[in-house]
């Protein structure tokens, strides 16, 4: 069971509303104290699916209030050892979607989505790393380089980002995730590109040419990688080895792009250009999917309603995106009928 530690800043004045907002909610351990400036320090240990209902009773009693305020960590271990819920034992209570679908808190979700959107230094090292490296396992047609490249690519965060900046509605988030996936999705073209100019190699290793035509087993693999990302997150894994399956169905495709183009196989860069694409789109479909399913949504009704729109926006752009760039590779022969 992943529990969570929860303190909430109350003020003094307002302490007799806290039992009712606790009251019949599955806590581990609970107890309070009093603090200077008039405050009251309310502390909680409670299972990590539960904090999402319990941060948002609190922040709509007091989110008005001076001096209120939350903060939520992570507990390594607690004894003595909480013995687990049984499922008859859960509540059907409507707000509870977090419980229900297992899921840590919207607050911590969006934290950890949030702080693995960050563009600086290491994150253009990375990325530009982990495409010398998929190029050099291209080249040699070396599996096991290859997959050592996508432990390296740093391209999950700004991807679930993008995801959740849609289902959310928030427009900061998005922003951020939309100019770091720009940013590192650029870096690796560039960099592939100058491998392609600066070394000879053959383009009908099968470790390229498998990579510059669309199928319907790759979209799978673009689906299957976005909603495996995103449901580690809502579940708060670890999303580095999750992050492979992103990188897998990203880096490797745009990296063959780069060192067609930069060598002057232009056809076959477009091919594998359009799988690149391909797979953005099916990665954030796939996410954006996987957050609804799990219940995340925002907390205040407006907010919810903007969110709204801002999801079918997503859904419906993704889908004629992916639509286009599958009938426009039909078209083209970048589809191998063969591989349908």
């Known amino acids: 069971m992943a529990l969570r530690y929860l303190q909430v800043f109350i003020p003094e004045d307002e302490r007799a509303d806290v039992d009712a907002l606790i009251e019949d909610k599955e806590l581990i351990g609970t107890w309070r104290d009093d603090v200077d400036d008039n405050r009251i320090v309310l502390h909680l240990i409670l299972p990590a699916e539960e904090t999402e209902a319990i941060m948002d009773s609190f922040g709509e009693e007091y989110a008005g209030s001076g001096g209120f305020r939350m903060v939520l960590l992570p507990v390594e271990a607690v004894l003595p050892r ?37 563009l600086n230094r290491a994150f253009i090292a990375m990325a530009a790393l982990s495409a010398i490296v998929a190029a050099v396992g291209l080249v040699r047609d070396d599996v096991a380089i290859i997959i050592g490249a996508m432990v390296i690519a740093p391209l999950l965060g700004p991807n679930v980002g993008m995801s959740l900046a849609a289902t959310l509605g928030d427009l900061d988030l998005l922003r951020r995730s939309l100019v770091a996936n720009a940013v590192g999705l650029a870096t690796v073209s560039v960099v592939s590109i100058a ?3 600066i070394i000879s190699f053959d383009p009908s290793v099968h470790a390229i040419v498998s990579r510059t035509n669309l199928s319907f087993g790759d979209l799978a693999l673009g689906l299957a990688a976005g909603s495996a990302g995103t449901f ?52 954030n479909l796939a996410g954006v999917a996987t957050f609804l399913a799990q219940g995340v949504r925002p907390r205040l009704w407006y907010e919810g309603e903007r969110a709204k729109k801002a999801t079918q926006i997503a859904v419906i752009l993704w889908s004629i995106m992916l639509a286009i760039l599958f009938f426009v590779a039909y078209l083209t022969d970048a589809v191998d009928p063969s591989t349908l």
Request: hydrophobic share 45%; with cysteine.
């Open 195 to 197: 491998v392609g100019l």
């Open 232 to 283: 580690a997150y809502t579940r708060g894994l670890s999303g580095a080895v999750i992050g492979v399956m992103v990188a897998v169905a990203l880096v490797p495709p745009l990296v063959v792009s780069g060192m067609l183009l930069g060598a002057g196989y232009f056809s076959l860069a477009l091919g594998a250009g359009s799988l690149v694409l391909a797979n953005v789109v099916c990665i």
């Open 82 to 118: 909480p013995e687990e819920q049984s499922a008859d034992e859960s509540s059907d209570d409507k707000e509870d979607e977090a419980r229900k679908a297992g899921r840590v808190s919207r607050e911590e979700l969006y934290g950890d989505v949030s702080d693995s959107v960050v």
